[in-house]
Structures are given as C-alpha cells and as structure tokens.
C-alpha cells in the first residue's frame, strides 16, 4: 500500500491564482480530511469527509473548496490564493476502528507559497 | 481555536533521559492521541488513550490521561538521538466517532542531543 499520498510536493502561486492540492489513499478509509499547519500553530482542520459525496467544513474553510466524488481521492481547491494561505498542508485518513477509535494516517504534505 | 495547550513549547535532554511533554484541553473527549512529526515530514501516529483509559504503554512510551483535570502526559523513557521530532498531542470530540476531525495542540519540539 502506496498509503495517503498527495502532488504536488512544493508549490508557488501568485496572488489570486486557484490550484487544486491532490490527495488519494489506498486504503478504503471511510474518512478523509485536511489540514493546514503554520509555524507555531499545530494543525488547523480545513475540511473534511465521512464518505463519498459528503464533506463539511473544519475550524478554517474559507478560500478552500472540496469534494469527494470517490472514496479514493480528496481534492483541496484554493479558489484565488492569498498570502495568507501559505501553509503546509497535509491530508489524513481514518477509518473507525475498534472501540471507535480512529487512528489518521497522515500524507507527507504540500508547501504553499503564495507570493 | 487550539484545543490542545502543550508544555513545554521545546525540550532538551541527553540521550538515555527521560521526556516528559504535557497536554492540556478544553471540552470533553472520546480520546486523545500523540502524535510524532520529524522536520519537513508528515505526522505519524504514536499512540491512542481512550476516555475510559487512565494508562497505557507502547514500548518506551508512557501515556497518562486525566480527564478530571483534561491533561495528558506522554513519557519517552531512556531517550534516543531519533527521538528528536515534534510531538503533538490531538484530541477527538466526545459523543461517538470524530469522523476523522481531531483537534491539535500546538506540540512540543524535542531535542535529544547524543
């Protein structure tokens, strides 16, 4: 298993430009979600999914788009990049184990600059 | 808002020490989890308390958890020079399953000089 994988690596966008962070798990998780981490920050929930077609939004959504059309893959939009969206972002996956415990498998990251 | 407060923010022992990195929080929980995140690299899952668990141990790691006064504590004991990372703890939200949100605490760098 390739496990949560997310493209690209590094990425730099110019002030309102849109990209789409790609995230894809191998391992038919039930559920996916994305962070975002700043320095000194930990990690911030942007959005985050319980199965195919369903998604709803975390502690910091605004200028961040998703959707889940397979359980496969979580794309993160970026609608019109801001310097405030610089960022590392990473994506998880999570499947509810026993006792309802849910471990998230965390991909290696993509950092965002937004010049 | 961070859910999870640690202290302390960075920590700097001798290989062969003791580590001791505490995790406070706000509302109640299903569990808490700690986490371990090396430079530039993604988080990877250490270890998972349940509400219902005041101990638990995984090979050299400790974790105590105290929801009266919403705290978590995780010991590394006889520290290596590889254990130097970002160590986080997350919480997933009481009431059944969290649905893959866990909130997180601003973690603590650990600095294992050989």
């Known amino acids: 298993n390739a496990g949560v994988t997310q493209t690209p690596k590094f990425q730099v966008l110019k002030t309102g430009q849109s990209m789409t962070l790609q995230c894809a798990q191998d391992?038919?998780?039930?559920?996916m979600s994305w962070y975002r981490q700043d320095p000194g920050m930990g990690l911030r929930l942007i959005h985050y999914?319980?199965?195919?077609?369903?998604?709803d939004q975390g502690e910091v959504p605004n200028g961040y788009n998703v959707s889940r059309s397979t359980t496969e893959d979580f794309p993160l939009r970026l609608l019109s990049a801001a310097p405030s969206q610089t960022s590392v972002y990473f994506c998880a996956s999570s499947y509810l184990g026993r006792g309802g415990s849910e471990t998230q498998y965390f991909g290696p990251g993509t950092r965002l600059l937004v010049l | 808002s961070q859910q999870g407060e640690e202290d302390p923010q960075a920590l700097s022992i001798q290989e062969g020490e003791n580590a001791t990195m505490n995790c406070s929080y706000k509302?109640?929980?299903?569990?808490l989890q700690w986490y371990r995140q090396n430079s530039g690299r993604g988080l990877v899952h250490l270890i998972l308390?349940?509400?219902?668990?005041r101990e638990k141990h995984s090979g050299r790691l400790r974790v105590t958890l105290d929801t009266s006064k919403k705290s978590s504590s995780l010991l590394i004991t006889a520290s290596r020079a590889a254990d130097t990372a970002s160590y986080f703890c997350a919480t997933a939200g009481a009431g059944g399953t969290s649905y893959g949100k866990l909130t997180f605490g601003q973690g603590t760098i650990l600095t294992v000089h050989p």
């Open positions: 999914s319980v199965g195919a077609g369903i998604t």
């Open positions: 391992m038919n998780h039930e559920y």
């Open positions: 308390i349940r509400s219902n668990e």
């Open positions: 509302t109640s929980i299903n569990n």
